[in-house]
């Protein structure tokens, strides 16, 4: 199938899944998760209609954003973030979804300030007890939240969550729900939930932002 076809595909899926929670058929936008992928691919993307693209890795996004430069893009980073690359995200993206922590958050502000910039972001949380996932817990965020209301450089505009991995999408529909619930009582807009496997559960449970990499691009190759 060509790319065009599996994207529209796609939009025709999130289209579906948005009426059938009873919200508008564009409530939630697809951030193109290139990871991996080469220049060419994300060009191809692009000239197909897609304008925000996700990363998960500083310097190949580095490389990619100066080789498709002078475009129209909108950079995500939905990879892990360290602390000494806070720099070169503040740098890069437009959003960064993976803020799991107040320290990294003072990190931010302090080089958004340096670079004239207020950084959006979002809040990265960990529902599950899974050792390998990143995020901050629930109990925390009401203070990153408190303190991030006085930093001036940075705009907490949502949540983001990684749920564990199911053969079977419907196992996430909870965690898509609480991380719900969680911006609902944190008054907060944004909701980044949902990849390739179980983007329609998310976009049931409220998702304003999928981010979706193979459906896309096809199989990683991390050759
Ligand atoms: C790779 C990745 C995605 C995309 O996953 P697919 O299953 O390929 O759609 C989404 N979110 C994050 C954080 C990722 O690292």
């Known amino acids: ?39 060419k691919a994300v060009y191809e993307a692009y000239d197909d209609g897609l304008r925000e693209f996700g990363e998960n890795r500083l310097q190949e996004a580095q490389k990619k954003t100066v080789e498709l430069r002078g ?64 995020g901050a817990h629930e109990k925390e965020l009401e203070e990153i939240l408190n303190e991030a209301g006085s930093m001036g450089h940075v705009r907490v505009e949502g949540l983001m969550t990684v749920p564990p991995f199911f053969d079977e999408p419907e196992r996430v529909r909870p965690y898509f729900r609480r991380l719900r619930e969680l911006a609902g009582s944190l008054g907060l807009r944004e909701l980044s939930m949902g990849m390739t496997g179980d983007f329609e559960v998310a976009i049931e449970e409220g998702a304003t932002m999928v981010r979706i990499g193979t459906a896309i691009f096809g199989e990683r190759d991390y050759a």
């Open 71 to 134: 475009l129209d893009i909108t950079w995500h980073m939905v990879g892990h973030l360290q602390s000494n690359k806070a720099k070169q995200a503040v740098d890069l993206f437009d959003l960064i979804h993976s803020v799991d922590s107040l320290k990294l958050l003072r990190l931010i502000d302090r080089h958004a300030a340096d670079m004239g910039k207020v950084q959006r972001v979002l809040l990265q949380v960990k529902l599950s007890q899974e050792d390998s996932k990143a």
């Open 1 to 39: 199938m060509e790319m065009i076809q599996r994207i529209s595909d796609i939009y025709r899926r999130m289209t579906h899944a948005s009426m059938r929670a009873g919200r508008e058929p564009d409530a939630a936008r697809l951030i193109a998760v290139s990871k991996t992928v080469g220049a």
